[in-house]
Nanobody, 127 residues
Framework: QVPLVESGGGSVQAGGSLRLSCAASLPGYRSYCMAWFRQAPGKEREGVAS????????NYADSVKGRFTVSQDNAKITLYLQMSSLKPEDSAMYYC????????????????????WGQGTQVTVSS
C-alpha cells in the first residue's frame, strides 16, 4: 500500500484556486510532520507548507503566505492544500511528504527531514 497519494492537481488560470489532497496510509497512533513541496522543471524542490498532525501547528513559505492554507482531516489522516490567487510561478509538481515526530512544535520545510513521499500531482497556472 502506497503511504501517501496526492490528488487534485490540474490546470487553472491565474487568480484561480485548486485544492490538493494527500491521503495518508500511516499508523494513526503516531504524530507526524506533514508537508507540501513543489518542484518546477530545473528548480530545487521547495517546501511550501507544513503541518504538525498532533498540534495542528502550521508553517508557510513566504511565497505562499496569505494565499495557501494547509489543513488536515484527523479522522482519515488526510492533508489538504487550499491554493488561492494562483500565479503562473506556482506551476510545479506538488508532492506530499511525512515524517514521524514526538512533539507538537513547528515542522520544518526542509526536504532532507522527510522520508516518506507521494508520487506528486501537477499544477499548471496559465496567465
Amino acid at each position: 500500500q502506497v503511504p501517501l497519494v496526492e490528488s487534485g492537481g490540474g490546470s487553472v488560470q491565474a487568480g484561480g484556486s485548486l485544492r490538493l489532497s494527500c491521503a495518508a496510509s500511516l499508523p494513526g497512533y503516531r504524530s507526524y510532520c506533514m508537508a507540501w513541496f513543489r518542484q518546477a522543471p530545473g528548480k530545487e524542490r521547495e517546501g511550501v507548507a507544513s503541518l504538525n498532525t498532533g498540534s495542528g501547528t502550521v508553517n508557510y513559505a513566504d511565497s505562499v503566505k496569505g494565499r495557501f492554507t494547509v489543513s488536515q482531516d484527523n479522522a482519515k489522516i488526510t492533508l489538504y492544500l487550499q491554493m488561492s490567487s494562483l500565479k503562473p510561478e506556482d506551476s510545479a509538481m506538488y508532492y506530499c511528504s511525512a515524517t514521524v515526530v514526538s512533539g507538537g512544535g513547528n515542522c520544518t520545510r526542509s526536504r532532507v527531514s522527510y522520508g516518506v513521499w507521494g508520487q506528486g500531482t501537477q499544477v499548471t497556472v496559465s496567465s
